[in-house]
């Protein structure tokens, strides 16, 4: 299996522009979870889906982000417009979970590192 | 007050010294993972524990559930062991991580 796949690996931009960032987890995992990492913050999550459906996008930080996962394969994660502090890496993360409250373990993706300008 | 909360936050040490990264959490937890990332580098998933032990090489990851409480050890550690060393909890029935603030290990060699 070729892990967690996202892309880009890295993206400069304007401020002001809009971003996409991809992510194609695990065959076979049916949960997906976007993190965003900081110096300051840390890792944090942005939102993450079960089934393609969004369970919890609480950290999202404003309507400026969006999220979609349009199928079991694919999912985006979109800033628009973008701003200097959405500056950071971006994680996508699979794993797949069982309704008895069991979790399996996680598989990262390699990051998107995003500078916005 | 973070749910989760690791000790040290950075630790230096000699090649081989045997090393221990603690972790306490204060939620009710499915299960306890430790995860590691290099310098610039992705994130790997070294363990995920819910009672007990688990080895993996000279990694070894022990949990407490009564005491709410984690250490990730490390023997015979090398260079390469050089790392940010993060443990995190996933909830019951709510698979999401929560992430402690991590723990950077420098082995010198």
């Known amino acids: 299996d070729a892990g967690v796949i996202q892309s880009p690996r890295h993206e400069v931009t304007e401020m002001g522009q809009e971003v996409t960032l991809r992510c194609k987890p695990i065959?076979?995992?049916?949960?997906l979870f976007w993190y965003r990492q900081t110096m300051m913050r840390g890792l944090e999550l942005l939102i993450y889906?079960?089934?393609?459906?969004?369970?919890?996008d609480s950290g999202m930080p404003e309507d400026r982000f969006s999220a979609k996962m349009p199928n079991a394969s694919f999912s985006t994660l979109k800033i628009q417009p973008s701003e200097p502090r959405d500056s950071a890496v971006y994680f996508c993360a699979s794993t797949s979970y069982k309704r008895q409250g069991v979790n399996y373990g996680y598989t990262f993706g390699s990051g998107t590192r995003l500078t916005v300008v | 007050k973070n749910e989760v909360e690791q000790s040290p936050q950075n630790l230096t040490a000699q090649e081989g010294e045997f090393i221990t990264i603690n972790c306490s959490y204060s939620v009710g937890i499915s299960a306890l993972h430790w995860l590691q990332q290099h310098p610039g580098g992705g994130i790997v998933s070294l363990f995920m524990?819910?009672?007990g032990k688990k080895k993996h090489g000279r990694l070894i990851a022990t949990i407490n559930i009564q005491e709410k409480h984690s250490s990730l050890h490390i023997t015979a550690s090398h260079p390469r062991d050089s790392a940010v060393y993060i443990c995190?909890?996933?909830?019951?029935?709510?698979?999401?991580?929560?992430f402690g603030t991590g723990t950077r290990l420098t082995i010198i060699p």
């Open positions: 995190a909890a996933s909830n019951f029935g709510n698979e999401k991580l929560t």
């Open positions: 524990l819910s009672s």
């Open positions: 065959s076979g995992h049916n949960s």
């Open positions: 889906f079960n089934n393609n459906v969004p369970i919890d």
